[in-house]
């Protein structure tokens, strides 16, 4: 089993901050590349970031210089600083990690449950 657990959602008003947190666990052999999408109501779900273990890291155009995904790989942990919050930036935020699990010869993209943040005045 592998597990992606979300943490550090909620409310806060434009211009504010959150940082998210995704924890990975389970039987795992390798963690590859971890990264964060969104899903705003009645749209489909994007891109926010994405980290590999090495290389360069992507963001969505509407994030790039208020956003910083991150990685503990000894905590197999990924984050998602989230500084200057917009209205728009409201959504279910999944984090999501290709790993290559124990005695398995490829890896897979595993998901977390989603996380509310929700940009309000």
């Known amino acids: 089993q592998v597990q992606l657990v979300e943490s550090g959602g909620g409310d806060v008003q434009p211009g504010g901050s959150l940082r998210l947190s995704c924890a990975v666990s389970?039987?795992?052999?390798?963690?590859?590349?971890m990264g964060w999408d969104r899903q705003a109501p009645g749209k489909q779900r994007e891109l926010v970031a994405r980290m590999p273990v090495s290389g360069s890291t992507t963001y969505a155009d509407s994030v790039r210089g208020r956003f910083t995904i991150s990685r503990d790989n000894a905590k197999r942990t990924v984050y998602l600083q989230m500084n200057n919050l917009k209205p728009e930036d409201t959504a279910v935020y999944y984090c999501?990690?290709?790993?290559?699990?124990?005695?398995?010869?490829?890896?897979?993209?595993?998901w977390g449950q989603g996380i509310q943040v929700t940009v309000s005045s």
């Open positions: 999501n990690a290709d790993i290559r699990r124990l005695g398995e010869p490829s890896s897979y993209r595993y």
């Open positions: 389970g039987s795992i052999f390798s963690i590859y590349t």
